[in-house]
C-alpha cells in the first residue's frame, strides 16, 4: 500500500487525499465482508547447494539457462493473483523451504505439508524430485517439477502428484527439430557433450533427428580445455570441420557452447546450446501479454525473466486460476480442477494450456531464441498433431514410459 | 509530445481534391501499432490519403461527441493524442498516465477513463481541468473500458485476473468484480437487455453478464469451419445500434463472428484477414470494418451480404479504425 500511495502523491494532494479515501472505502468493505478470506498455502523447496544457481552462471546470463532462482516467478504470480484471491475470498502464502543437502529432502517436504502447504513447488534435480516423490506417497500432496526437465521424470519416474511446469528435454529438442526441418536445414554436425549430465540431453536430440528425420552427417564429442593434446575435442575451429548446413552443439550446462558461434572452420549455423536456442520463456517476446509480465517481472525481480522464473510463475498462475472457477480454497477441488482438461491456463506464450494427463506435463508452445529475439516459436506452422498441436513437442499418449 | 503532420503537403492537396478535409468527409481513420501514425484513407476508394503522426504506439480511437476530434491512445507514447480532423494534426497530448491502451468517455463527455496496462490501473482524467482526478488499482492488464450512459458505472477488463470490474464513478471503488473467461479483452453494452458482452480472448469464448446482477448469466461458443477451438481468439466486438446483431472478431482464427443477439446464434462466420482485432461500422450500417494486425490490412465487408468487398492494405499493426462519415 506504501508504495501505491507514493505512486499517487506524484499526481498532488488532490489524487492522494483521494487515495485515502478509497483505502478507507477499501477498509470498510472488508469490515463489513464476514468471513476471514481462506489460505491457500504454496510452499517451495530448493536445495541451496544446487549446481545450476550459482552466482557465476547466473551472471554469465546463458541462454537457456537459469538467471535467478524460479521463485521470483512464483512470487510475482501470486501478486498478480491478489485480485482473484479478493473477489473468489481466497488469499495466497508461500513458504520457502531451502535444504542446505538433497537428503534433507523428505524432512523439508513433511515441514511443509504439515504447516498446510499442499501444492509444493520442487526446484530440485530429478534425484531431489524422486526423493520428494518417495516422501510424499501417504501425503495429500500435488508436486509441481520447476526445473529438471530430465525426460525420465516424466517416463518412468513419474507420478500421479506430480506436474512439470518445465519442459521435458525432449519437448526443447522436439521444437529445435522443427525449426530444423522447415527451413529444410538437415545435414547435422553434431558436437556431444562428454559430461554425466549431457547424455539425457543428447538423448533426447537423437529421439528428435528421429522423429523429424535429420541426418547427422558428423558426430564428435568436445571436452573443456585447452590441452593441446586434446585440441581434437577441444578447438571449435578443429571440431567443425566438415560437409554439413548446421554445427549443432549439446552441451547442458553450456560454458562450451558459447565459444562455438562464430568460431566454427565452414560458415555454419549454430543451434542447440548455443546460438539459436529452445526455451520456453523469452523476455523480447512481445505478443500475449508477455511485455506486461516481463515489465512486472523485471520490477519486482531486477533481471529479465528465464524460463525457469516462467515454470515458477505458471505454478502460480494455475493455482490462482483453478481458486478462481472452483471459488473454494478446498485442495481436492483445485487439484482436481487443475488435473483436469477442464483447466484453461493462459501461460502468455499464446493459446490454452493444461496438463498432459498420460504424464503430467504441462502443454506449451517453446521458443527458438536467438540472442535478444524469439526467431520462431514451436509448433512451427505445419506441423499437427491429431489432437492438439503442442503435443508434436515431446512424448505422447501412445509414445511414452510413464505408468502411474 | 506535440507531434506534426508529416504529409500535409500530400494531405493538403489530395483534401482539396476530395472536397475537404473536414469531418464528415468520410474518411477512414486507422492507428498502426508500429508505425506510430493514424492512416487516413479515402471513405470509398480506400486510397491512402495520408498518416498524421501520433505519440508511439497508438491504439484504441475514439471520436468526441461532435466529431471534432479524434482520440488516439498512445501506448509507449504514455499519452492520449488530440488529433483535430479539420486540420489532421495532433493538437495535444493528454497525460493520462503510462501505457494507455484502451478507453472511454463519460456520457457527457468530461471524464476519460483509460486503462494502463503496465500499472494495473483505470485512469479517470478530467478533460475540463485538463489533469488526471484519480488512478483506481484494478486487476493486471486491464484492457477493455466502458462507461455506462448511466454516468454511475464504468467497466474493465483485467487480462491478468480475468475478471471485470465494475467501478463506481462517483465513489473511484471497484463494487464488483465478476469472474469472467480467460483473458477478457474487450466491451458491448446492450442498455435493452441489461447484457454487457465480454470477449474472452484464450477461452475462445464471449460472456454476457447480467448488468443488473453482476454476473455471467451466459456465454457463447464459436467453431469458424476449418479450425480449432484453440485458434478462436476473440477480441473486438461491436453492436449495431439497433442490438440486433454482434460483430466479433476471432483473432487467429481469421473470422469475423455475425452473432444474431436475440437467439444469441452465430448466423455466419466471415473469413477476413489475419489476427482480426479491431471493428468498425459506417453510419448506415453498411460496410463494416475489420482491422487485421498480422496482415497489415483491413477487411471490409458489405453486412447485407457478409461478403468481403475488398481487402486494402493499411500499416504496421492496424489496431483501431474510425470512419468520419
Redesign the interface.
Known amino acids: 500500500m506504501t508504495e501505491?500511495l507514493q505512486?499517487?502523491s506524484r499526481?498532488g494532494p488532490?489524487?492522494l487525499a483521494?487515495a485515502l479515501?478509497?483505502l478507507c472505502?477499501?477498509a470498510l468493505?472488508g469490515a463489513a465482508r464476514a468471513a476471514e478470506p481462506a489460505q491457500i498455502t504454496l510452499g517451495y523447496l530448493s536445495w541451496e547447494e544446487d549446481p545450476r544457481y550459482t552466482e557465476a552462471r547466473f551472471l554469465a546470463r546463458l541462454p537457456g539457462q537459469p538467471w535467478g532462482r524460479p521463485v521470483d516467478g512464483v512470487k510475482v504470480a501470486l501478486r498478480?493473483?491478489r485480485?482473484?484471491g479478493?473477489?473468489?475470498g481466497v488469499e495466497y502464502e508461500l513458504i520457502d523451504e531451502q535444504v542446505e543437502q538433497l537428503d534433507e529432502v523428505p524432512a523439508a517436504l513433511a515441514r511443509l505439508a504439515d504447516k498446510g502447504a499442499n501444492f509444493v513447488l520442487l526446484d530440485l534435480p530429478a534425484e531431489g524430485v524422486r526423493s520428494a516423490l518417495q516422501a510424499s506417497a501417504d501425503r495429500e500432496l500435488l508436486l509441481f517439477n520447476v526445473s529438471a526437465l530430465d525426460d525420465s521424470l516424466r517416463g518412468e519416474h513419474c507420478a500421479a502428484n506430480l506436474l512439470h511446469t518445465a519442459p521435458s528435454q525432449r519437448m526443447l529438442m522436439d521444437a529445435l527439430g522443427q525449426y530444423l526441418v522447415s527451413k529444410k536445414w538437415r545435414e547435422l554436425l553434431v558436437l556431444d557433450g562428454t559430461q554425466a549430465i549431457d547424455q539425457p540431453l543428447i538423448a533426447s536430440f537423437d529421439a528428435a533427428v528421429k522423429r523429424y528425420g535429420l541426418d547427422v552427417e558428423e558426430r564428435r564429442e568436445f571436452v573443456l580445455g585447452s590441452d593441446p593434446r586434446q585440441r581434437g575435442r577441444n578447438n571449435v575451429a578443429l571440431l567443425t570441420k566438415g560437409d554439413y548446413q548446421v554445427a549443432v552443439v549439446l552441451d547442458a550446462l553450456g560454458e562450451f557452447a558459447r565459444e562455438v558461434p562464430y568460431q566454427t572452420l565452414e560458415p555454419r549455423p549454430v543451434v542447440g546450446s548455443a546460438g539459436l536456442v529452445p526455451d520456453w520463456w523469452h523476455w523480447s517476446w512481445d505478443r500475449n501479454?508477455a511485455p506486461?509480465l516481463n515489465?512486472?517481472f523485471l520490477k519486482r525481480a531486477k533481471r529479465h525473466m528465464s524460463g525457469y522464473d516462467w515454470s515458477g510463475w505458471v505454478v502460480g498462475k494455475a493455482i490462482v486460476?483453478a481458486s478462481?472457477?472452483v471459488?473454494s480454497s478446498d485442495f481436492a477441488a483445485l487439484r482436481d480442477h487443475i488435473l483436469s482438461a477442464e483447466l484453461?491456463?493462459?501461460g502468455f506464450k499464446?493459446?490454452?494450456m493444461n496438463f498432459r494427463p498420460w504424464n503430467g506435463q504441462l502443454r506449451q508452445p517453446i521458443f527458438l531464441t536467438a540472442g535478444n529475439w524469439v526467431a520462431a516459436r514451436a509448433p512451427i506452422e505445419g506441423f499437427l498433431h491429431a489432437t492438439?498441436?503442442l503435443d508434436t513437442l515431446g512424448a505422447n499418449a501412445d509414445d511414452h514410459q510413464c505408468k502411474r | 509530445m506535440r507531434k506534426s503532420l508529416l504529409s500535409l503537403a500530400l494531405l493538403a492537396g489530395l483534401a482539396t481534391a476530395q472536397s475537404g478535409w473536414a469531418a464528415g468527409t468520410g474518411n477512414i481513420y486507422v492507428s498502426s501499432e508500429d508505425d506510430n501514425a493514424v492512416i487516413v484513407l479515402d471513405g470509398q476508394s480506400y486510397a491512402r490519403l495520408g498518416e498524421i503522426e501520433t505519440s508511439d504506439r497508438p491504439r484504441d480511437l475514439r471520436f468526441n461527441a461532435d466529431r471534432t476530434l479524434i482520440y488516439a491512445a498512445c501506448g509507449e507514447g504514455d499519452a492520449i493524442d488530440v488529433i483535430d480532423i479539420a486540420s489532421g494534426e495532433v493538437v495535444k497530448s493528454l497525460d493520462v498516465g503510462d501505457d494507455p491502451e484502451m478507453f472511454d468517455l463519460s456520457p457527457d463527455g468530461r471524464l476519460m477513463f483509460s486503462s494502463l496496462e503496465d500499472d494495473g490501473l483505470l485512469g479517470v482524467y478530467d478533460l475540463e481541468k485538463d489533469e488526471t482526478i484519480a488512478e483506481i488499482e484494478v486487476g493486471e492488464e486491464p484492457e477493455g473500458v466502458l462507461a455506462h450512459p448511466d454516468g454511475k458505472r464504468v467497466y474493465v477488463t483485467s487480462e491478468e485476473a480475468n475478471l471485470v470490474h465494475v467501478v463506481d464513478v462517483q465513489s473511484g471503488e471497484v463494487t464488483h468484480n465478476i469472474v469472467a473467461g480467460n483473458r477478457p479483452r474487450r466491451f458491448a453494452l446492450d442498455t435493452g437487455r441489461n447484457e454487457l458482452w465480454v470477449t474472452n480472448e484464450i477461452s475462445g469464448t464471449v460472456s454476457i453478464i447480467d448488468t443488473e446482477a453482476n454476473a455471467v448469466k451466459a456465454e457463447l461458443s464459436f467453431e469458424p469451419k476449418g479450425f480449432r477451438s484453440e485458434d478462436v481468439t476473440p477480441v473486438g466486438i461491436l453492436m449495431n445500434g439497433a442490438r440486433d446483431t454482434a460483430y466479433v472478431t476471432l483473432g487467429t482464427a481469421n473470422h469475423v463472428a455475425v452473432v444474431d443477439m436475440a437467439s444469441r446464434e452465430v448466423r455466419d462466420f466471415v473469413l477476413v484477414g489475419k489476427r482480426a482485432w479491431g471493428l468498425g461500422l459506417d453510419r448506415a450500417e453498411k460496410r463494416l470494418f475489420v482491422t487485421n494486425g498480422k496482415s497489415d490490412d483491413m477487411s471490409i465487408i458489405d453486412t447485407a451480404s457478409l461478403k468481403v468487398i475488398k481487402s486494402v492494405p493499411v500499416a504496421r499493426v492496424p489496431h483501431s479504425v474510425l470512419i468520419d462519415d
Do not use: C, S
Request: net charge positive; hydrophobic share 40%; no cysteine.
Open positions: 501505491r505512486q499517487l499526481g488532490a489524487l483521494l479515501l478509497t472505502l477499501l468493505a498478480d493473483g485480485f482473484t479478493k473477489a473468489v501479454g506486461q515489465k512486472r486460476e478462481l472457477r471459488k484453461v491456463l493462459d499464446g493459446g490454452r492438439n498441436d
